[in-house]
């Protein structure tokens, strides 16, 4: 079985949850359970929209403590702290719970798979181009500095193309998220809630 984990911060929608009832009681929630499935949408939700039927979650402890302090909307202190949710769900169980635990690569994969299609991942930018994207708060220049074009192109200078669709995939690889569909995740599954201040 393996462990997922869950990366609260502070004012966000758990976090005032879980102030006034115990995750292990009322489980997880997505934001808005009865909202439209798309792959739209769960690019959205990647993209850091979670008001979506989506839960992220991931097998790193270490992703779940960075989005459990960047995401806090004020420095988690001991007296209101961030969390990082431990999970422990077996397969059978979770189709039980009628929640679907998907691998977002694959599902944007499988809509964006036409190489040559207006959905398409691919960029056209250097090999750093990824370094960028990956880490835009620090390496931001990789994915902001002009595409390289053949000599004697007249195009003008502009940013390599960054569509949705890759910009998902590869912070989905970066976070090693698993999206969750099907409403909440039961609170029996929760077994550890770390406070991380």
């Not at 984990?5 to 997505?30: E, M, S, W």
């Not at 808005?32 to 990647?46: E, L, Q, V």
């Not at 839960?55 to 402890?61: N, P």
């Not at 990824?130 to 931001?140: A, E, R, W």
Request: no cysteine; aromatic share 10%; charged share 20%.
């Amino acid at each position: 079985m393996p462990r997922l984990y869950k990366g609260i911060g502070v004012g966000t929608f758990l976090h005032g949850l879980h102030r006034n009832a115990d995750l292990r009681q009322t489980g997880l929630p997505a934001h808005s359970p009865n909202m439209r499935y798309g792959h739209p949408t769960m690019i959205d939700h990647i993209g850091g929209n979670t008001d979506s039927p989506f839960i992220s979650l991931t097998r790193s402890y270490g992703v779940a403590y960075d989005y459990a302090i960047d995401f806090s909307r004020a420095v988690p202190t001991a007296a209101d702290p961030a969390y990082v949710v431990a999970i422990d769900i077996e397969y059978a169980d979770a189709q039980g719970a009628g929640l679907a635990f998907m691998d977002p690569v694959v599902e944007i994969a499988r809509y964006a798979n036409d190489p040559l299609g207006p959905n398409s991942y691919h960029h056209d930018g250097e090999m750093d181009f990824i370094l960028g994207v990956t880490n835009p708060s620090t390496m931001s220049h990789f994915r902001t500095k002009a595409a390289l074009f053949p000599p004697g192109n007249t195009t003008p200078p502009t940013p390599a193309r960054l569509t949705p669709e890759l910009r998902a995939m590869i912070r989905a690889l970066r976070d090693a998220e698993i999206i969750v569909h099907g409403g909440t995740i039961p609170g029996r599954y929760v077994t550890r809630i770390y406070d991380i201040h």
